[in-house]
């Protein structure tokens, strides 16, 4: 091959590309306004036909959303129990110290997601404290609202 055909010829293929692929595109998009419906059909029996699939891959991501928003979360409010100290991830617990805990359930809808996402989004507000699960219920069941724990103290 001449040396003086090499960036000329690959220049021109990639015009030749790019020209191709908006044609492509424009056929795709033509396609899809002349038959709207049966697009749609398809796509409808698609995902009929992979519910299970589809939502099996929701859930996984969720959950792994759920599991990175829960560790910054620990993470941004000092990743331990304000009570007892435990630091695993998993026993922690958002704690409204405040008590509003009710607005806050209604603002996220009861979500644990949502909160978390919110709280990530509004850079860690105060009002919120970290307890392990079982820290919180006691302090929640309690009639003076504080843990066996702080009583030895
Ligand atoms: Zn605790
Ligand atoms: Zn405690």
Redesign the pocket.
Same mark, same amino acid.
């Given at each position: 091959m001449p040396q003086k055909w090499k960036g000329g010829r690959n220049a021109a293929q990639k015009r030749y590309n790019e020209k191709n692929r908006e044609k492509r595109n424009a056929k795709k998009r033509e396609y899809y306004q002349n038959n709207r419906d049966k697009v749609r059909e398809s796509q409808k029996k698609y995902i009929e036909a992979n519910m299970e699939k589809i939502l099996a891959y929701n859930s996984n991501w969720q959950r792994k959303k759920r599991a990175e928003y829960r560790e910054s979360v620990v993470t941004g409010y000092g990743h331990a $129990?304000i009570? &007892?100290?435990?630091s695993e991830t998993l026993f922690l617990e958002i704690h409204h110290p405040n008590g509003d805990g009710k607005a806050d359930r209604k603002r996220t809808g009861g979500n644990s997601y949502t909160l978390y996402k919110w709280i990530i989004e509004n850079n860690f507000p105060s009002g919120y404290e970290l307890? $392990?699960a079982? &820290?919180h219920r006691a302090i929640h069941q309690s009639e003076n609202g504080i843990?066996p724990?702080m009583k030895n103290l």
């Amino acid at each position: 091959m001449p040396q003086k055909w090499k960036g000329g010829r690959n220049a021109a293929q990639k015009r030749y590309n790019e020209k191709n692929r908006e044609k492509r595109n424009a056929k795709k998009r033509e396609y899809y306004q002349n038959n709207r419906d049966k697009v749609r059909e398809s796509q409808k029996k698609y995902i009929e036909a992979n519910m299970e699939k589809i939502l099996a891959y929701n859930s996984n991501w969720q959950r792994k959303k759920r599991a990175e928003y829960r560790e910054s979360v620990v993470t941004g409010y000092g990743h331990a $129990c304000i009570c &007892c100290g435990i630091s695993e991830t998993l026993f922690l617990e958002i704690h409204h110290p405040n008590g509003d805990g009710k607005a806050d359930r209604k603002r996220t809808g009861g979500n644990s997601y949502t909160l978390y996402k919110w709280i990530i989004e509004n850079n860690f507000p105060s009002g919120y404290e970290l307890l $392990c699960a079982n &820290c919180h219920r006691a302090i929640h069941q309690s009639e003076n609202g504080i843990c066996p724990h702080m009583k030895n103290l």
